[in-house]
């Protein structure tokens, strides 16, 4: 039995699983947004208050694993762009250390992106015989990996993500058309730093907090199931539809419309989404098939594989 925490820019989640054969057995989930990056893209660091909430998640999960689930015999954190940019990085890895004894791992964003991908694949499958692409719209970064059965062969990390957009471009709430067309041409100008060669056949699955929440709202869900958004395929023109009614409405509408899937995301959700959009029309997917898989999930699965 294992453990994998992901501390992200907006947020930290935690996984237990068991291994076997490389099959993952998902045993419990967790999820908190804490913000970590909240303001790392115009100021450079970490605040003390967004440190101190998530070593508060941290201390509430490693309770957790310590009173249910006693078995776990290896506990991996990983942390990615929001610490990977700032400056006072050294300063929240020895804080976690010393409230929780955890040793955190800083991810590079091609270690991301391959991570992503295994953990995508564990949950919902892929065959060596077909290119398969998996994005992760996070809130600093984007990664993109590509690959047939386990095996990655290329990737990227783009330096964009929901929390830095919004940050840097979407300031009104709702954002006005200027904000969001500036957006939208940062997104395509950050997409050109690196050209994918993607075959007319291949697949596009999404993973993390943009593409999952989708599918639960296009699905008009009641409750969070990840059976029901493993698998879920969102077309380009489900996806240009929301973004539609997305752009007119504030951040506090959304959240009240959709509560289980927009608290602590309803400011950022409009950015990821029109993140989602642009690569889709740059590559032409006609659609993104939902994996709730992630880093952490891979963090287990190439641990188990050595």
């Known amino acids: 039995m294992k453990a994998a925490i992901d501390i992200g820019t907006n947020t930290t989640l935690l996984l237990i699983a068991k291994v076997s054969n490389g099959n993952l057995e998902v045993l419990h989930e967790a999820q908190r947004i804490p913000r970590l990056g909240k303001g790392v893209d115009k100021n450079g660091r970490l605040s003390d208050e967004a440190m101190q909430r998530v070593i508060n998640v941290l201390l509430e999960y490693q309770e957790n694993i310590e009173e249910h689930f006693p078995a776990v015999d290896a506990v991996r954190v990983t942390a990615t762009s929001a610490v990977r940019d700032a400056s006072n990085r050294s300063a929240f890895l ?8 955890w040793q955190v791992e ?3 964003g091609f270690e991301e992106a391959q991570l992503t991908y295994l953990g995508a694949y564990s949950v919902i499958g892929s065959t060596a015989d077909s290119q398969h692409i998996v994005i992760d719209i996070g809130g600093g970064s984007t990664e993109v990996a590509s690959g047939g059965g386990r095996i990655v062969r290329d990737r990227y990390s783009y330096d964009m993500g929901c929390v830095r957009f919004t940050e840097r471009f979407l300031n009104d709430d709702p954002p006005n058309f200027q904000q969001l067309s500036e957006c939208r041409r940062a997104i395509q100008k950050v997409l050109e730093e690196f050209e994918f060669n993607f075959v007319d056949e291949a697949s596009l699955t999404g993973v993390a907090g943009t593409v999952t929440s ?5 699905q ?6 990840p059976s029901s958004l493993d698998g879920y395929e969102i077309s380009q023109a489900t996806v240009a539809k929301y973004i539609s009614r997305v752009q007119q409405h504030s951040s506090e509408w959304l959240r009240q419309t959709y509560p289980t899937v ?4 309803a400011d950022i959700f409009l950015a990821g989404l029109l993140i989602l959009e642009e690569f889709m029309g740059k590559y032409d997917f006609r659609s993104v098939v939902c994996s709730t898989g992630g880093i952490r999930h ?6 188990s594989e050595g």
């Open 94 to 101: 020895d804080l976690v250390a010393e409230q929780t004894g």
């Open 106 to 108: 800083i991810l590079s």
């Open 214 to 218: 989708l599918a639960y709202i296009d």
């Open 220 to 225: 008009e869900l009641e409750a969070y199931d």
């Open 262 to 265: 927009m608290e602590g995301r």
């Open 298 to 303: 891979g963090a287990i699965v190439s641990n």
